[in-house]
């Protein structure tokens, strides 16, 4: 049986674009898996009383099971009404590659959807992407589509190499497609590795600098479809911190390189108004929990090295939103 969105508190991503855009800053888009986060993109929006839309991806739905994540979701925004965080909260679904996909989505009480038709030829794109907004808008549900190829790999997404989004093609398709928003190709990446070392120049301290994103093709994109919403997918920035604390705890994640924080500040400033987070967020709980069983080896109560991971969850996000996105306090 479809339920709406509204009947489970959430929101969908106009009013919140509209905000982000005329006050110069992009809303977090936080991926979530199971419960520890979902608790902590709740308490770290809520306590920095910043907007937030809260990403699945199809394999984190599998993975959660479609009913049970519904419940988990409602349970998100009873906890921030609980807690008197008056925040708005949009449920939407990351990368959605079907149209019969979106529809369950939209069914079971997502307030956004994305429909990933990049892998396709443009003319595919544009027809799958109008199928999808012509039955979203039934039900005021915002969609988010995409030109251009991010590389790397996150889930069910991977691409071996980066296409740019052509400036010449987004009127064109904004028009023909009606979505609401449009995810671009700048230069960010999917996962943790988002730059061969090859790829990137180190500074004084030795570390690894990556290539600057390419702020000339969202320059002529803003142009082009003036006060448009624009999107950033791939935008961790690989946190050295966390990644030091994996391999000085047993993990081998050599070489991972994000997007430097400063670059993603810029792009929030401009019509960028959605940034997607999803590797820190894994990085920053593995980095716990790893710590966790390298201090205490005799530890066996999933929350107590769950809870750590949770705890520094929010302090990273709370961070983000704060001197990275800049949505902090515009709740």
């Given amino acids: 049986m479809a339920v709406s969105y509204k009947d489970l508190g ?5 009013e919140m674009f509209k905000k982000a855009f005329d006050g110069k800053y992009a809303i977090p888009a936080y991926n979530f898996n ?52 008056d925040i708005p909260v949009a449920l939407h679904l990351d990368h959605g590659d079907t149209y019969e996909l979106c529809v369950s989505c939209i069914e079971s009480g ?6 990933d ?3 396709h030829s443009y003319e595919k794109n544009i027809e799958l992407t109008s199928k999808v907004v012509e039955y979203a808008h039934k039900y005021d549900v915002t969609v988010e589509g995409e030109l251009g190829v991010l590389a790397g790999i996150e889930d069910d997404v991977q691409a071996a190499k980066s296409i740019y989004t052509q400036p010449e093609q987004v009127e064109d ?16 990446s999917h996962g943790a590795y988002k730059f061969k070392p ?22 002529e994109i803003e142009k082009r479809i ?7 997918h791939g935008a961790s920035s690989v946190l050295p911190e966390y990644v030091e604390i994996i391999n000085s705890n047993g993990g081998k994640l050599k070489a ?34 790893r710590k966790v069983f390298q201090d205490k080896p005799d530890e066996f109560d999933p929350r107590k090295y769950l809870g750590p991971a949770r705890d520094e969850l929010i302090k990273m996000m709370m961070e983000k939103n704060e001197k990275v996105l800049g949505s902090a306090g515009n709740a």
């Fill in 173 to 188: 398709f904004v028009k023909k497609t009606g979505v609401d928003s449009l995810a671009i190709s700048i230069g960010t």
């Fill in 117 to 119: 038709g990049s892998h």
């Fill in 10 to 14: 959430f929101v969908n991503t106009k």
């Fill in 256 to 289: 991972a390189v994000g997007i430097p924080s400063e670059q993603l500040r810029k792009a929030a400033k401009s019509a960028v108004c959605k940034i997607n987070i999803d590797s820190d967020g894994r990085l920053v709980m593995t980095a716990m929990i």
């Fill in 110 to 115: 997502f307030s956004s959807v994305m429909i």
């Fill in 34 to 85: 199971n419960m520890e986060q979902i608790q902590a993109i709740i308490t770290a929006c809520g306590k920095s009383k910043s907007p937030v839309i809260m990403q699945v991806s199809s394999g984190a739905r599998k993975y959660a099971n479609p009913i049970l994540l519904r419940y988990m979701a409602q349970g998100a925004v009873a906890m921030a009404r609980d807690a008197g965080y």
């Fill in 226 to 232: 003036p006060g448009f919403p624009i999107v950033l």
């Fill in 198 to 219: 090859e790829q990137c120049t180190k500074d004084e301290n030795g570390v690894l600098v990556p290539p600057p994103l390419r702020f000339d093709i969202l320059e």
